[in-house]
């Protein structure tokens, strides 16, 4: 069983950035599928980003897309979403989610099997 948590949350004015890690215990991240999701107060839970159990497939929801990435260091066993030009409509709660090995990147959140805790991200204009 694989234990997440995430952390680099935090305030930045608009057209900021800001780096949100996810830390694994219990097991490794390889051979994991990766998933980054957010959510805002009242809303659903949003996919942002994924990435393969192959870690050579990745995927991001068209309003991140260009400003949001995901990479894994294997080595420390973290994965890392980078965001960029961050916008008000940012703010959300971040979740780094884990799903056994697949050679796609699932965008539903009944999809994951694991989940971290999650980190406060909020933007001011």
């Known amino acids: 069983q694989v234990q997440l948590v995430e952390s680099g949350g935090g305030w930045v004015q608009a057209g900021g950035s800001l780096r949100l890690s996810c830390a694994a215990s219990?097991?490794?991240?390889?051979?994991?599928?990766m998933g980054w999701f957010r959510q805002a107060p009242g809303q659903e839970r949003d996919f942002l980003g994924g990435?393969?159990?192959?870690?050579?497939?990745?995927n991001y929801a068209d309003s991140v897309k260009g400003r949001f990435t995901i990479s894994m260091d294997n080595a420390k066993n973290m994965v890392y979403l980078q965001m960029n030009s961050l916008k008000p409509e940012d703010t959300a709660v971040y979740y780094c989610?884990?799903?056994?090995?697949?050679?796609?990147?699932?965008?539903?959140?009944?999809?994951?099997?694991?989940w971290g805790q999650g980190t406060q991200v909020t933007v001011s204009s």
């Open positions: 219990g097991r490794t991240f390889s051979g994991l599928a």
């Open positions: 989610a884990a799903r056994p090995f697949s050679w796609s990147v699932a965008t539903r959140p009944s999809d994951y099997k694991n």
């Open positions: 990435m393969s159990g192959s870690g050579k497939t990745t």
